[in-house]
């Protein structure tokens, strides 16, 4: 039975349109540095699992895409590269501290933003809208996801 996510990313770096327009419509999902967000991707996640494309640290963030996970883990090769802003020092090749899944664009929506996604009180729970949440990758319950689409419909 397939789980859903919520995966963040700032559309200066990689947005819907991104995306979709990368081959396969497949983009590696580089630079998550929180403890949590990455046991997300390693405990978590298999290859079909749903996905709300998100975008953050925007004017108007909010839901921006529909994806599914298209890999398993691996390790994310920005953590080694000394001009990235996601180098790590502290991560060894024979030992990554940071992982990645590929993530496959499958459709653009509409902007459903966050003011959208509050008014509805069935969504309450909805772990991107709990206050102080800042994790990039969040589980969605089948519910909301259920929810989510019929608001995307």
């Known amino acids: ?6 995966m963040k990313s700032e559309p200066d770096e990689v947005s819907i349109d991104d995306a979709l327009a990368a081959p396969d419509a497949t983009v590696a999902w580089t630079g998550v540095r929180n403890y949590q967000a990455r046991n997300f991707m390693r405990d978590g996640m298999k290859i079909g699992d749903g996905v709300l494309f998100y975008h953050s640290s925007c004017p108007e963030p ?7 996970v298209a890999s398993g883990i691996k390790p994310d090769p920005t953590q ?14 024979d030992d990554p501290r940071w992982l990645l899944v590929d993530v496959q664009a499958l459709r653009k929506t509409r902007l459903l933003a966050l003011p ?3 008014a509805r009180p069935e969504l309450a729970d909805l772990v991107v809208l709990r206050k102080g949440n800042r994790l990039s ?3 969605v319950e089948p519910a909301h996801w259920k929810i989510i689409e019929k608001m995307l419909a």
């Open 137 to 139: 990758i969040t589980p």
């Open 1 to 6: 039975m397939p789980q859903y996510w919520l």
């Open 116 to 118: 959208e996604l509050r």
């Open 80 to 93: 080694f590269d000394a001009k990235s802003p996601y180098y790590d020092a502290g991560s060894k090749k």
């Open 62 to 68: 909010g839901i921006a895409g529909i994806a599914r």
